[in-house]
């Protein structure tokens, strides 16, 4: 199994030749120049929140292989109020755990703000947990450090995705803290550098998960990584 990254908070998680691609915002990312949304082509799309910043090309990328798009039932509306027909649509809530082909995936809570581009209310912003052949995968979506996440450590994450850009989402600190509260070794830094208010000083902030004895990763867009 392997993830690809394709900037902000948009990366493609590859099961053994199922392809699921969370949060697609490319062409609108000044730093993701290099990659064209039209050229993916994943079979599932999963939406942890509704923002611009995380839906822009959702259609484009839906499009491309007829892909099914799950989300909050909020923005699982939203997804269908732009052509998406509703059998390529999972509507389902914080709590629930889908079973699917290449495994299951639960959604959790996440501590941010959700609407849709038109301004509509999103629901709940989310995170979810993807348990795939033995391994699990804690996605955080944008969010705060919240309490919430020590009930997570009953999931043995292996791999934690989490924003450390600050301003918009919890920085580098608190992600620490919330890999510790997950007690997860392993960490993926998503949402920075992609404008001013999220840039980090990268040597810095692999300084201070290297105190924590956390690993961290930073990953590069375009490039994929095995899990």
Known sequence: MKYTYYGHACFEFDFDGTKVLLDPFITYNPIAKEVKAEDL?????????????????????????????????ETAN??????????????????????????KVKMVFAAHSNSTPDGSYGGFPVGFVFIVK?????????????????????????????PIGGHYTMDAEDAVIAAQFIKCKHVVGTHFNSFP???????????????ADVDLTLPEIGKSYEL
Do not use: C
Not at 51 to 70: G, I, L, P, R, S
Not at 80 to 94: E, T
Not at 98 to 103: C, Q
């Open 78 to 103: 939203w997804v269908k109020n732009q052509g998406v027909h509703a059998d390529k649509v999972i509507d389902f809530n914080l709590g629930g755990t889908l079973n699917l082909p290449f495994g």
């Open 134 to 162: 033995g391994k699990t995968i804690y996605v955080s979506g944008d969010t705060a450090l919240t309490m919430e996440m020590k009930l997570l450590e009953r999931y043995q994450v292996d791999y934690a995705f989490l």
């Open 41 to 73: 082509a994943p079979d599932y799309i999963f939406l942890t929140h509704g923002h611009e910043d995380h839906v822009a090309d959702m259609v484009t990328v839906q499009k491309k292989k007829n892909a099914t798009v799950a989300a909050i039932v």
């Open 197 to 211: 208010p999220i840039e980090i000083d990268e040597i810095a902030v692999e300084k201070l998960f290297s105190e």
